[in-house]
């Protein structure tokens, strides 16, 4: 078990630039999840994939937020045309299972800084 | 739709003092509950989860939680706090596998 892997870990652009997060979950989880987490507060759900099936992608924050798990293994967030208020802490967990009694394992997430 | 609030974003203890991190839930259903502890710059790692097996639950690191459905609480607990338990703890509720945070609790240990 080598853990959720989020690649980069920081990162700084400035507004109006496309930004791409990579998530490698642990091998043999068939679920992924990625959240949000701003300064001081817990973090929000924006979606979620079984194997590469998008399950649930109303809670992205907006169309300029999108995300991919195309062979059910890795999976990207794009953030397109980024705002001040995309600064955040993005992160990814995964799990085996159906997910709601199975406990989801996080990375140590992308820190998304606009400038 | 299920919620959780935790009731104190700050608790400041001395070390080798109990614990007690207090968490209200919302739900129509018995829920699935879990506690995550997150450390300064990292990500976010289970202590216990209740999934309706046994009330009482024992996670890592000497923390356990308790459920209690007349009181609609699942606080966390630890008998004798250490200096390495100072981080953020959160609640949560997972209503169809998609986690739904409190809003934290930071946690203190003095010396």
């Known amino acids: 078990d080598t853990g959720v892997s989020q690649d980069p870990r920081h990162k700084i652009t400035k507004r109006g630039q496309n930004v791409t997060f990579r998530c490698d979950p642990i091998?043999?989880?068939?679920?992924l999840y990625w959240y949000r987490q701003t300064l001081g507060q817990g973090p929000e759900f924006l979606t979620y994939f079984q194997n590469e099936a998008q399950l649930e992608k109303s809670r992205l924050l907006s169309d300029r937020f999108s995300a991919e798990r195309p062979k059910g293994s890795f999976s990207t967030l794009e953030i397109q045309r980024t705002e001040q208020g995309d600064s955040a802490m993005y992160l990814c967990?995964?799990?085996?299972?159906?997910?709601?009694?199975?406990?989801?394992?996080f990375g140590d997430g992308t820190r998304l800084s606009i400038l | 739709a299920q919620s959780v609030t935790q009731l104190d974003s700050h608790v400041s203890v001395s070390e080798g003092t109990p614990v007690l991190l207090r968490c209200n839930y919302s739900?129509?259903?018995?829920?699935?509950l879990f506690w995550y502890v997150q450390h300064p710059n990292k990500g976010l790692q289970l202590l216990l989860k209740y999934t309706s097996a046994a009330t009482l639950v024992k996670g890592i690191n000497g923390f356990e939680a308790e459920f209690k459905k007349s009181e609609t609480s699942f606080h966390l607990t630890k008998p004798s706090a250490h200096m390495s338990d100072a981080a953020e703890y959160f609640c949560?509720?997972?209503?169809?596998?998609?986690?739904?945070f409190g809003s934290g609790t930071q946690l203190t240990v003095l010396p």
């Open positions: 739900s129509s259903y018995s829920p699935s």
């Open positions: 091998s043999e989880h068939n679920r």
């Open positions: 949560v509720v997972s209503p169809a596998g998609q986690l739904t």
């Open positions: 967990a995964s799990s085996t299972g159906q997910g709601e009694t199975q406990p989801q394992h």
